[in-house]
């Protein structure tokens, strides 16, 4: 009887296509391996990027690797810089951006899982 195996390595994370030069690389979640309960993602934030105010469905985990990450949540801005994490719970109005003149890479962990439709961006 075989065993089963009760791990899985991700070699080959899903690229998100983006128009606005960052870097997304989904390791698991919905895009990468069908997971609508967690998504994990690897990111590059080019320097002075940003997006739309948006206001997700889904709490979202922040890791800062290198570089900083602003955010603006309920008109507070926020500045993390490598080494810092952020817990930005469900539902919370909030800006992401890179107004800095470095990229910023960081990890995202979205629970339930990062999903467009969950998002609610506003027109920018």
């Known amino acids: 009887m075989q065993k089963k195996q009760k791990y899985t390595i991700q070699n080959s994370p899903f690229?998100?296509?983006?128009?606005?030069?960052?870097?997304?690389?989904?390791?698991?979640?919905?895009?990468?391996?069908?997971n609508s309960e967690i998504s994990m993602a690897h990111m590059v934030a080019p320097a002075f990027w940003s997006e739309p105010f948006q206001t997700p469905k889904f709490d979202e985990y922040t890791f800062i690797i290198k570089g900083k990450k602003q955010?603006?949540?309920?008109?507070?801005?926020?500045?993390?810089?490598?080494?810092?994490?952020?817990?930005?719970?469900?539902?919370?109005?909030?800006?992401?951006?890179?107004?800095?003149?470095?990229?910023?890479?960081?990890?995202?962990i979205c629970l339930p899982a990062f999903s467009i439709d969950a998002v609610n961006r506003e027109e920018q």
Request: net charge negative; aromatic share 8%.
């Open 15 to 34: 690229v998100v296509p983006t128009e606005d030069g960052k870097i997304i690389k989904e390791h698991f979640g919905n895009a990468t391996d069908g």
């Open 71 to 108: 955010f603006i949540i309920d008109d507070e801005i926020i500045v993390l810089e490598a080494g810092q994490s952020i817990k930005v719970e469900k539902n919370t109005r909030l800006q992401y951006s890179n107004p800095f003149t470095e990229p910023c890479e960081y990890l995202a």
